[in-house]
Nanobody, 118 residues
Framework: QVQLVESGGGLVQAGGSLRLSCVAS????????MGWFRQAPGREREFVAG????????DYADSVKGRFTISRENAKNSVYLQMNSLKVEDTAVYYC???????????WGQGTQVTVSS
């Protein structure tokens, strides 16, 4: 059984930075696609950033390009999301997710709240 645990959320002023962490347990994941998603109140969950299956190439939502950076540390079964120049509209619960086969994201963390104040 794979467990994903996120941390690093919090309250920050607009323009500030936060770094989210996600640790996976139960399996090693060096080739898995790993992603960060977010869900704001009243909105559907959306993709933020992720590694393709194979572990190297990355994708970002247009809304976060140039501000957010996803990284991974396979030796620690960890993936990170560095969020800079945060905006009020980045406020959401952020979820880490794992896609072991490249087909779909099947494992999800419990989420961590990010609140950006004006």
């Amino acid at each position: 059984q794979v467990q994903l645990v996120e941390s690093g959320g919090g309250l920050v002023q607009a323009g500030g930075s936060l770094r989210l962490s996600c640790v996976a347990s139960g399996r090693t994941f060096s080739t898995w696609a790993m992603g960060w998603f977010r869900q704001a109140p009243g909105r559907e969950r959306e993709f933020v950033a992720g590694f393709h299956w194979g572990g190297a190439n990355t994708d970002y939502a247009d809304s976060v390009k140039g501000r957010f950076t996803i990284s991974r540390e396979n030796a620690k079964n960890s993936v990170y999301l560095q969020m800079n120049s945060l905006k009020v509209e980045d406020t959401a619960v952020y979820y880490c997710s794992a896609n072991p086969t490249g087909k779909e994201y099947v494992y999800w963390g419990q989420g961590t709240q990010v609140t950006v104040s004006s």
